[in-house]
């Protein structure tokens, strides 16, 4: 016997990403969702380098890795 009401509730949303891309799809979640990369902007799927580094992460680690070599 299959059981009755385990299955949550999906509704259509919009997702949104910051290059100004938005699609519609089903989900759990309630309201808008935002990303910062979707298929549209993603390198991998444009083949162009396109560097998010919102924290400095990048020059962070060529620092760390700079004074690695001069050693």
Do not use: W
């Not at 089903?26 to 580094?53: A, M, N, W, Y």
């Amino acid at each position: 016997m299959p059981k009755e009401k385990i299955h949550p509730n999906y509704a259509p949303v919009r997702v949104v990403c910051a290059c100004g891309n938005n699609f519609e799809t089903r989900s759990t979640h309630k309201g808008d969702i935002h990303v910062e990369i979707c298929s549209t902007c993603h390198p991998f799927f444009t083949g162009k380098q396109r560097l998010v580094d919102t924290a400095g992460r990048v020059e962070r680690f060529r620092r760390k890795y700079a004074k690695a070599d001069a050693k």
